[in-house]
């Protein structure tokens, strides 16, 4: 390895037609963290500031580092020159000498993983989740899943129906963030169609509440978590 | 009878994992719960036990806006029976 060469902490995971997915190593690095903030804008770094616990406050600094440093190779421009807004519902956008770019992007982070999904053009949602057992999963099965969900979850057991609540949970909450609805949207309203339930990778998907656009969800989680992503399908509006 | 503040407590020190929170501790009134590292599937199950303890029935898009304790406590004491 080349030591002048920068510590990256992030590096590709996947592509879905145009959509790159970038992985980014989330795990405890004190000189990562510090190299992170120091590309940080003061927003953010008083973001930053705001988080009261470690691990959160890590998560931030290395996804958003590792997101500005992607944006701006995409954009062509300098680090300085970047900065976020939040539309309504809080999703981020990217803004380059103040003014909004077409770029679509969106971050998730759970425990060690942190993913971040980049179109050209187009919404689109990623979602990852470390598949950490809860005690109150009949609880979260019943708030966020509709009939035919929860039907699937009963049928399974033990290890199964904890790795079925988060692919389906994961596929759920990148609609959601593609949407950029945040936490108000009950997603109970909506169901993850039949053909991924029993086991395909992706499919073509709209909201039944937001009929206009149609949604490319794939499901790309591995042995160490679950995840999936939802872009926008171009040239597909109903 | 517990104040809510007190309920909301001990809901809290039961079902969220805020990192570096110790039970008992205060609240922070003002910090939201997602802001203190809380996921979306820890705020997802909150929401219902909160919903549950109160025998209130708060919307999803009603909940996303009482992210803070403060907030929270504010709405239960105008909402709950
Ligand atoms: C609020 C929410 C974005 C946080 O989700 P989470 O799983 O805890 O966190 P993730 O790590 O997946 O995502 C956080 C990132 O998403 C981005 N984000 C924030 N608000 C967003 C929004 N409204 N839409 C899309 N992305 C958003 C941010 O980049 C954030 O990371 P950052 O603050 O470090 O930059 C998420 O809960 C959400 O929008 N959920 C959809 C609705 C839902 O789940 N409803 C359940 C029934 S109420």
């Known amino acids: ?238 | 009878m517990s104040s809510t503040e007190e309920r909301i407590r001990a809901l809290v020190d039961a079902n969220l994992d805020i990192e570096g929170r110790t039970a008992g501790q205060p609240l922070t009134m003002d910090l939201s719960i997602v802001d203190a590292g809380v996921s979306s599937t820890d705020v997802v199950a909150f929401w219902k036990v909160v919903c549950e303890e109160f025998g209130v029935d708060i919307s999803a898009e009603d909940f996303a806006e009482l992210l803070t304790p403060g907030d929270l406590i504010a709405h239960l004491d105008a909402h709950a029976g």
Do not use: Y
């Not at chain 1, 979850?153 to 129906?161: C, F, K, P």
């Open chain 1, 1 to 238: 390895m080349d030591p002048s060469a920068p510590d990256r902490w992030w590096e590709p995971f996947t592509q879905i037609d145009g959509t790159r997915i970038i992985h980014v190593d989330l795990a405890p690095h004190a000189s990562r963290e510090a190299a992170g903030f120091e590309q940080l804008d003061t927003a953010e770094r008083s973001r930053s500031g705001r988080f009261q616990h470690a691990p959160a406050r890590r998560r931030f600094v290395l996804c958003r580092a590792a997101l500005r440093s992607l944006l701006c190779t995409h954009l062509n421009c300098d680090n300085a020159r970047l900065s976020f807004g939040a539309a309504d519902g809080g999703k981020p956008f990217a803004l380059v000498d103040g003014r909004p770019v077409e770029v679509g992007f969106n971050v998730s982070h759970s425990g060690r993983h942190g993913l971040i999904a980049l179109a050209p053009s187009g919404r689109v949602g990623v979602d990852v989740e470390e598949r950490v057992p809860r005690r109150d999963l009949s609880r979260l099965i019943a708030a966020t899943f509709g009939p035919d969900e929860r039907a699937d979850l009963a049928a399974l057991t033990g290890g199964d129906r904890v790795h079925l609540f988060f692919r389906l949970w994961t596929l759920k909450e990148a609609v959601a963030k593609a949407l950029g609805t945040g936490l108000s949207f009950d997603v109970s309203r909506f169901e993850i169609p039949a053909a991924i339930r029993s086991g395909a990778t992706g499919d073509l998907f709209r909201v039944p509440q937001v009929r206009d656009v149609q949604w490319q969800l794939t499901d790309i989680g591995d042995e160490q978590f679950a995840a999936a992503v939802a872009q926008e399908a171009v040239g597909t509006s109903a």
